[in-house]
């Protein structure tokens, strides 16, 4: 809720940004190589009957250290798993020694009285027989860059700890295994017996300030599955999806900045949407529109104070400047995110450049008015308390469309080729109106309730005789193309048409034919043209978006398709990792998840496909909530 770490199957945390989701990474692996920073805790194989010990000289005080066979193990876990409804990770080993378990987690600050300081936790845990192991840490400063000065602090007390120091930043390790340093790497070599537990802690602090305390592993672990557990039992969805659905609830609950309720799109940089290609973004900042969405799912399922605290990061990054709205902000609200490329990480398996920052951020993309009206309307009909300045805030954004909606945009998919009079944009705008119509008549909120009343009427004239192929039967990307967009699928969705209009069903069965895969899945739009011309401004290809077809999914159960629509849904369910997680994109020719992880945007319509498959029965759920009895 502050930051995040992955770890890979062989027990390596390759990536983690200390100490916000957005700031520089200490262990950059993931982009790289080892030499770009990791900690491995696993089974150390081959192994010595007895470890060599770490040996002093006596006159000169050096440490004699013994070989290290290995940078370090890199084992597969055979099991890997959530502890329950929590992001407790378990991962576990069987060698010819025994087996051993490693916990992973991170507790949350305010339980640990630290906010200001983020950890991780590693617990390695004897299940049978007795396992060599090691725990090999090396830490880069600023994405695998920077060498820190890594020493020893002895302690008053007895024994040591170990700290990696650069520039403003510091790392204490602190274990209950020796420590040596080999090669600008950190070593603890050990062996775990049935029944020990051996805890191992990683802990921030700004360099300036004194060493941080020393974490109690147990007692941090207790609380962080109290609170994974009684946060998760104010779901409210208790259908027969609901192991799928509380893993990406926990998810979006993990990408919320905590501090400010800022929620991020997802916790990494550039993993790629085409593997070994340019589509690299950084993704770690507030898009209004993924956040919104969030939101809608977190509202519908009984999380309403993360609303409340999404509501108040609006209201302060808006700063009462809606003319200037940006798509995206930093998770504190910050406006200027400048993209650069880091040149020294070779990429994820080759897939350059990697960027930080994002130069989307200066987009106009009208449809952000259509999703941010459509959570604040959400979150009024669900009965979040009434906030003036919401609602102010709301009439300001309409005034500013209602000048502007003729303008072509970017759109959803941020394209960087020409501005276009993208139809979803326009429906989103419609949306805005729309919501912003129901407050007024709903709530003491004042506004030109006739004009804005034409305005909706205009903006809806206009998308179906400028959007609409009238030959094809469907809608099309933009005024006056042929292409088609899986974006289009949301017009049933937010109720601009009925689903059961013969120009909806036309645009589904259109994505259908033209933009799934073999498998059934749904590309966003073609990257290229009929002359294979790239149409978007950037080379390559890029997989299935899996937001799109949870879409499809649903549109399918809105048109009485029920059973088509529930197995897509299971289909794009088996596509989750092994602990639930889901990227951006489906690569269909290399069979794998591709783009930034875990992804908010993939998540989101997990939810939101659950819920209308289990309340369908061969209806479909209706977008708009009844308002509520005062």
Same mark, same amino acid.
């Given at each position: 809720m502050?930051?995040?770490? @992955? #770890?890979?199957?062989?027990?390596?945390v390759d990536w983690l940004c200390l100490p916000r989701f957005d700031s520089p990474a200490v262990f950059a692996g993931l982009l790289g190589t080892d030499e770009h920073g990791f900690w491995r805790i696993g089974p150390a194989e081959p192994v010595p009957t007895e470890p060599a010990p770490v040996t002093q000289d006596a006159d000169t005080g050096e440490f004699r250290v013994p070989p290290v066979t290995a940078a370090a193990p890199a084992l597969p876990a055979d099991r890997r798993r959530y502890r329950g409804d929590s992001l407790i990770l378990e991962q576990e080993w069987d060698t010819q020694g025994g087996s051993v378990r490693v916990i992973d987690f991170m507790p949350p600050r305010h339980l640990m009285g630290t906010p200001d300081v983020p950890q991780m936790i590693r617990i390695v845990e004897g299940l049978d027989g007795r396992v060599r192991m090691r725990s090999a840490v090396r830490m880069r400063f600023s994405y695998g860059r920077v060498v820190p000065w890594v020493h020893r602090v002895e302690q008053a007390e007895g024994g040591h700890r170990t #700290?990696? #120091?650069?520039?403003?930043?510091?790392v =204490? @390790?602190?274990?209950e295994a020796e420590t040596y340093g080999r090669d600008l790497t950190t070593y603890a070599d050990f062996t775990i017996a049935k029944g020990e537990r051996i805890a191992f802690a990683l802990t921030w602090q700004a360099s300036h300030l004194p060493a941080p305390e020393v974490a109690d592993a147990e007692e941090a672990l207790d609380s962080t599955e109290e609170f994974w557990r009684d946060w998760v039992g104010h779901c409210t969805y208790q259908g027969p999806y609901r192991e799928a659905v509380i893993r990406s609830l926990i998810t979006l609950k993990a990408l919320t900045y905590a501090p400010t309720g800022g929620i991020v799109a997802a916790p990494t940089t550039s993993l790629p949407e085409d593997l070994g290609g340019e589509r690299n973004w950084d993704y770690r900042y507030t898009w209004l529109r993924d956040a919104a969405i969030t939101l809608s799912s977190l509202l519908r399922t009984g999380y309403r104070e993360?609303?409340?605290? =999404?509501?108040e990061w609006l209201l302060r990054a808006v700063a009462g400047d809606p003319e200037n709205l940006q798509i995206m902000y930093g998770i504190a609200g910050e406006r200027e995110l400048t993209e650069s490329e880091l040149d020294w990480l070779p990429g994820y398996e080759n897939s350059t450049p990697v960027r930080v920052g994002n130069g989307a951020a200066g987009q106009l993309q009208l449809d952000v008015y259509g999703e941010v009206v459509e959570a604040l309307h959400l979150a009024h009909m669900t009965g979040l308390v009434r906030n003036d300045h919401a609602h102010q805030l709301q009439l300001k954004l309409i005034t500013y469309l209602e000048k502007h909606w003729r303008e072509p945009d970017e759109g959803i998919w941020e394209v960087r080729g020409p501005r276009r009079h993208f139809v979803h944009s326009k429906v989103m705008a419609w949306v805005a109106v729309d919501r912003t119509i129901k407050l007024i008549e709903q709530t003491p909120a004042e506004g030109p309730l006739e004009r804005w009343k034409e305005l909706r009427d205009e903006i809806h004239r206009d998308v179906c005789e400028r959007g609409y192929d009238k030959d094809r039967n469907t809608f099309t990307q933009y005024y006056g193309g042929r292409e088609l967009d899986a974006s289009l699928l949301l017009i049933p969705q937010v109720g601009f048409l009925p689903p059961d209009d013969k120009r909806? &069903?036309?645009? &589904?069965?259109?994505?259908?034919?033209? @933009?799934?895969?073999?498998d059934g899945f749904v590309l966003r739009y073609p990257t290229h043209d009929e002359q294979g011309n790239n149409v978007d401004g950037l080379s390559g290809h890029e997989g299935a978006f899996l937001a799109c077809s949870f879409w499809l999914a649903d549109d399918l159960a809105m048109i009485g398709r029920v059973g088509e629509a529930r197995e897509l849904f299971d289909k794009l369910l088996s596509l989750r990792n092994d602990v639930g997680l889901l990227a951006e994109e489906w690569d269909p020719r290399a069979k794998r998840q591709v783009g930034n992880f875990p992804q908010a945007f993939s998540h989101v319509p997990l939810i939101d496909t659950a819920l209308r498959l289990t309340a369908c029965g061969g209806a479909y759920l209706s977008t708009q909530p009844e308002a509520p009895t005062m």
């Open positions: 502050q930051t995040a770490a @992955l #770890v890979s199957r062989d027990g390596a #700290v990696a #120091v650069a520039g403003p930043d510091s =204490w @390790l602190d274990g993360e609303a409340r605290a =999404w509501r909806v &069903i036309g645009t &589904i069965e259109a994505i259908q034919r033209e @933009l799934s895969t073999e």
